[in-house]
């Protein structure tokens, strides 16, 4: 062998030992993770995780950061067309509403094509402590220091701390380092909540950045704004979950001191780094937006957490919900002015008050037809709209009140509504909803955006709303023929895998192709079933649900209700956790129920989790308030994501998915639907009307009202009156329970009541709602009011909407309430029925309630 050849490989060797000698190591009980210094910087070399039985090594580790860089502001306008997979304009102009949102959200910050990067690795490292090293590179661009650290109260988590130094003026951006990638291969699952959720790349945009179908192929940066959760999350085959969790204090504040600060864009988050390589992200700050630009000599800092965890998904996000952003301490916050019982007393009286409610009667085709003026979007409507909301709670109301001027002057008009909207003429539609909207100017009926009809449109006016007048009058045989048609025509619709159109145009035309329908279309199905008996329907409904299940609910996939958004997801993805749940209630199969939890869980992801509330002081509209008053934490949105109106308008205050949270919880134990219920639907009073009780629809409009939306307020009657019974039902373990009607349609998953007795501690019992004669001292105590089948037991169900003990006087005059007999006796029971305290009917009915408890005030009458 030649000497010098010896020499230098002896050389090489050493070198190569010395080097590999170059590591630095951090651990704790949950994490160990080395690094080690190549000849492009300091990487990752291993990285491990506890587990419960031992420690799982984690494959693809990197170490890489990434700095952007411009010289100039970006590009606010898209550089490029994004079409559908038919080739399309996405999407498309007719579609007012959505379209500049689009074009904001393709811009080329957002799909993370603007300015120069630079992708580097420190290159010197100091360990400070046992459980932190700072890391350092020198660029031309400036300095970046990152300080990483093992947490010792969230041992799962390493702190991050970056600082960057300019040397030259510009805009930067500063992603968060890559820890580790995941593989196509190796994906399960990964969400940005509120934009996506699903286990599978789609390359075509409009699909995934647009409706959530599939995870973007494409490193997208996504704004907070829309972003339900701050934390994006990926699922690994090989047994672990990684998410980034931002500072609290990075993402925007909404409402900053005394104005709508929403829209403003902090804090980028993504699935991937800037490599396209799956990896949990975030972007700070975002380039040409807030605090990025920066001259030379200036610097700028930001923390955040990588989480790394042996779970799913699921409890990742409960990890960045709770542990991080609070959420629970924020629902403690939460306190009533007006309490939810009150706000549907007087809303009764705003809806028995036509000019108020903007109810109409308008004459169609020989016959009057009555509905609620409705001033929003309708293609071809000259401000001449009418819609009826939710026709359980109509007939609800009718019945629980006993009030004539429902009965007389309202319920026969909407049912005549309900009659013309069905087509009842031969052809392809005959069955079919022609319309959930009638112009009474032009006399005809319309969908709410273009000529068009829609399989979801026959399950949600005919099916459902037809299914739930049917609980209140049985024995109307024409309404049970009208079932019947629209069932036959769903039926006829269905495809031979299971599956329904979108839509079709009057031409009988497929059309919106592009998209599937995921959503409840079967549901409409299952009320047939019910309501009719034929085993046919059941068996057409399971075919409907299997397929969603198979192709939407496994793969994040849905799809929404609401026209002028073009379908983007929305809350019919609660309602079909209902429906499911609905399924499974009837034949008992564990995958309908499965399935209701998964959807569930998914619609977790559209409520807001951030900012964390506080009891800082804001002014609105020159009232000052606290900050909790009008957080958005606890809200769901209509419709979030890059295209939703949660962009400009915020969440909604319209809680339909409270009732199906609270029976979630009640199901899985999973906390998170109770204080996710609680916290969208106490002390949320900054929202409602003083004069009406009515709450506005977008946070947007704070105490505004119900706007060009009169109808809601039967909406908010529905949804109100079906959480408070969820929560009686699960507070009374189950000893005071109602049926349930059918969901109603199109705003979630909230379902009727009042059509049949329930039962209170074995009592069988009518559920009443007193307009008049019952008052409660504290807002913060709910109450429900059951009478005895014979009359002689008024059983008021009092809920208390707060974490601490409270106590309440009540007052009832049962003249005014609609009864002529007198009070005989008074008992306090407990939750399980069981008799507390003896009650002088001459003293005020003063009661304690636990936190978050329930107790009953028996009133026997003579």
Known sequence: MNPKFLIYSLLFLVSGNLLAQQTIELSNDQIQIKWTQSSGGWIISDLSIRTEENWKKIEHTSGEYVLLYTDQKPEIEPQEELLTDTGDPFPGESYKYIVPTW??????????????????????????????????????WGEISSVWTLESQQATDITIKQVMKSTQAGYYSLASPTLVTIPESELQWATVPGYFHGNKLEDILPLSYGYGNGIPARPIIFSESTASTLSPIITSTEGFTIAVIPDPSLGRDPWAEDENTHANWQLGLSHMNRSAQL?????????????????????????????????????MLNHAVYDIYKFKEGVNLRKNTQSLS???????????????????????EGMEIGAQSYLGGVVGSDKDAMKNADYGAMWMLGRSTGN???????????????????????GFFKGAAIGQYYLYKSKKFVEEWGEMVEPIALTYYIMLDIGNILLFEPDNGELKERLKLGAELLMDWQKSDGSWAVAYDRDETEIFKEVKDFRPTFYGLLVAYKLLGDE?????????????IANGVENGSFLGVCGDAKYVPDFATGQSAQAFLDLYEVIKVDAYLDAAIQAAKIYTTHIYTHPIPSQVEKTVNGKVVQDWEISQAG?????????????????????????????????????????????????????????????????????AGSGPFPHHAWWQIGWITDYLM?????????NIIFPRGFITPKVGPHQSYGFAPGKVFGKTSNLRILPKGLTVSNPSIEHIVAESIDGKTLQIILLNQHYQKQNGTLELDLEQAGFSDSIKSIQLLDSNGKLTKKIDTSENYSVDIAGFGLVVLKIELL
């Open 342 to 364: 009150n706000r549907v007393e007087n809303m009764h009286d705003y809806l028995m008050d036509p000019v108020t409610s903007l109810w109409r009667i308008e004459e169609f």
């Open 635 to 703: 809200l769901s949105f209509e419709h979030g994501g890059a295209l939703g109106s949660a962009n400009g308008n915020g969440p909604i205050l319209l809680a339909s998915h409270a009732g199906m949270f609270i029976r979630m919880y009640e199901m899985t134990g999973e906390r998170i639907f109770a204080d996710m219920a609680r916290s969208a639907t106490i002390g949320r009073d900054a929202f409602v009307n003083k004069e009406t009780s009515v709450a506005s629809y977008y946070w947007r409009a704070m105490d």
């Open 103 to 140: 074009a904001k959200r393709t811009a080329p910050v957002n799909l993370n094509t603007a300015g120069k990067e630079l992708k580097f690795y420190p290159d010197k490292a100091d360990k400070l402590t046992e459980l932190s090293v700072k890391f350092t590179k020198s660029t031309d």
């Open 536 to 548: 046919k329907y059941l068996e057409a409904a399971r075919k409907g649900a299997d397929w969603f």
């Open 279 to 315: 990896s949990p992200s975030i972007y700070y700050p975002v380039l040409g937006e807030q605090e990025s630009e920066m001259k030379s000599g200036e610097s700028m800092s930001y923390g955040f957490r990588v989480s790394i965890q042996d779970m799913d998904w699921f409890t």
């Open 404 to 426: 004539p001027q429902i009965q007389q002057q309202i319920l026969p008009y909407a049912l005549n509504f309900k009659l013309k909207q069905q087509q009842t003429t031969d």
């Open 726 to 734: 969820a929560e009686v039902e699960l507070r009374s373990n189950r």
